[in-house]
């Protein structure tokens, strides 16, 4: 008998009883080798003594105190250390707890800069579909995975959605590349023209999107007409980097690779590898001049935002993705994984597309590849795919609604930085494994 309320009342999980590098160990001892690093988090992989040291010494000294009355020497280094990596205009660090409060923060943020500004009539949130920005409120009411959104929708605050970059079944034939970018970034200002550009605050994207698409990037060019347009409407342009950044794309920050200036970047998941739960929203020194010297005070904050303990796990994670090479290492594993993938599942009938950055990759599943036509939803391809691949041994990150919410289904990868060659030809193997029970 548990008294844990879990995610699905209908599955017991096994207990997990140690980590083990790449992998995670149940209580019977069995292995799983873990293919998505949870929810795209533990980039170091789950026994880093680096981190799990830092957290002692820092609860050696203080485990907690509120930001309302101190900082903390950990809150301020970290601080120094992103800011050091951020892109161009980058100039402050909020941290808080976990992804979704980082948007929140975010839309709060953006919010309350245009009230400074004078502009307390801009309010709207521009998002895309397919999107997946957390699942608080304002965060899933940003995000377009419409099954989250359904039954919650009449607590939701309205936002509004364009399509997606996603080339694998958005290109027209005889359409290029740059072409499509253009095309699906062009309906962000028609959008905001139909709101009204002086109602309009912010875009929110990722800049590989994760969970809803399976590592989807945008195609070349696309982020900067996007950036053009908000520069042209004085719109906001957030970044949600809670999955696709910290190094998971192959760079610190995924932005970095298209390359675009944001005014707030969310990040999470990787920041603290799983060891402490933590998120950070930077933004821009324009907006936040515009808070210090107008009321002094942004209005919003949680208990454990600016954690020591958190912050002090999190600038090892850091260190170690910066100075000692893991970044670099995500970008050539990531290569590494993908080729092999291509090698195995390239020419596969029900695998569409492999795609993605980095160790960030996701393999769309098809019931026809030529006609790119879906399975059926009510067979749960990834359902079966995500049992199949467990009870073989690996943990993998499946997910259906793909294509608009209810069709398509996709498989992805995030494995920690620390890969090696054997663990993914593991991951080849037992995903082929899994693809041979479920389809």
């Not at 010297?293 to 919003?300: L, P």
């Not at 090479?325 to 599942?345: D, H, N, P, W, Y």
């Not at 209810?406 to 992805?412: C, F, N, S, T």
Request: aromatic share 8%; hydrophobic share 40%.
């Amino acid at each position: 008998m548990s008294y844990v309320f879990p995610r699905h009342c209908q599955v017991s999980p096994p207990a997990v009883m140690q980590g083990d590098g790449v992998y995670l160990i149940d209580r019977s001892g069995k292995r799983y080798l873990d293919g998505s690093g949870g929810a795209a988090v533990s980039c170091l992989g789950h026994s880093d003594a680096d981190v799990v040291a830092a957290i002692k010494v820092q609860l050696d000294k203080v485990a907690y105190a509120h930001t309302s009355f101190f900082t903390s020497d950990p809150a301020e280094e970290l601080a120094d250390r992103l800011i050091a990596s951020a892109p161009d205009g980058i100039e402050r660090v909020y941290f808080v707890s976990g992804g979704s409060e980082t948007i929140e923060a975010a839309l709060k943020l953006a919010r309350q800069y245009f009230i400074e500004k004078g502009e307390p009539e801009r309010h709207r949130i521009i998002a895309r579909e397919q999107s997946y920005h957390g699942n608080t409120l304002g965060a899933l009411a940003t995000g377009g995975n419409q099954w989250r959104k359904r039954p919650f929708a009449p607590l939701m605050i309205e936002t509004s959605h364009i399509p997606p970059c996603y080339e694998y079944r958005g290109r027209k034939a005889g359409e290029s590349r740059f072409e499509y970018g253009q095309r699906v970034a062009d309906a962000l200002e028609t959008e905001i023209l139909r709101l009204g550009p002086e109602s309009v605050a912010a875009f929110v994207a990722e800049p590989v999107v994760g969970a809803t698409l399976g590592a989807v990037p945008a195609v070349e060019g696309y982020f900067k007409r996007i950036r053009q347009i908000c520069d042209r409407y004085g719109i906001l342009l957030i970044l949600d980097e809670v999955m696709c950044g910290m190094g998971r794309c192959g760079t610190l920050f995924a932005c970095e690779q298209e390359p675009v200036r944001p005014d707030i970047i969310t990040i999470a998941k990787g920041l603290g590898a799983g060891y402490q739960p933590i998120g950070a929203m930077l933004c821009s020194g324009e907006i936040y001049d515009a808070i210090a010297s107008g009321s002094g005070f942004f209005q919003h904050g949680h208990t454990y935002i600016g954690h020591p303990v958190a912050c002090a796990a999190a600038n090892a994670v850091v260190g170690k993705l910066v100075d000692g090479g893991l970044v670099e290492q995500s970008r050539i594993m990531g290569a590494r994984l993908k080729t092999r993938l291509a090698e195995e599942f390239g020419q596969h009938p029900h695998i569409g597309d492999i795609r993605g950055r980095g160790l960030f990759v996701g393999l769309e599943i098809v019931q026809n590849r030529e006609a790119k036509t879906p399975f059926d939803p009510e067979r749960g391809v990834n359902k079966a795919v995500k049992k199949a691949a467990f009870t073989a041994g690996l943990a993998c990150y499946p997910m259906g609604g793909t294509i608009d919410g209810v069709q398509g289904d996709h498989v992805l990868l995030a494995p920690p930085f620390i890969l090696q060659d054997n663990h993914i030809d593991e991951i080849v193997d037992k995903l082929g494994q899994a693809f041979q029970v479920a389809f």
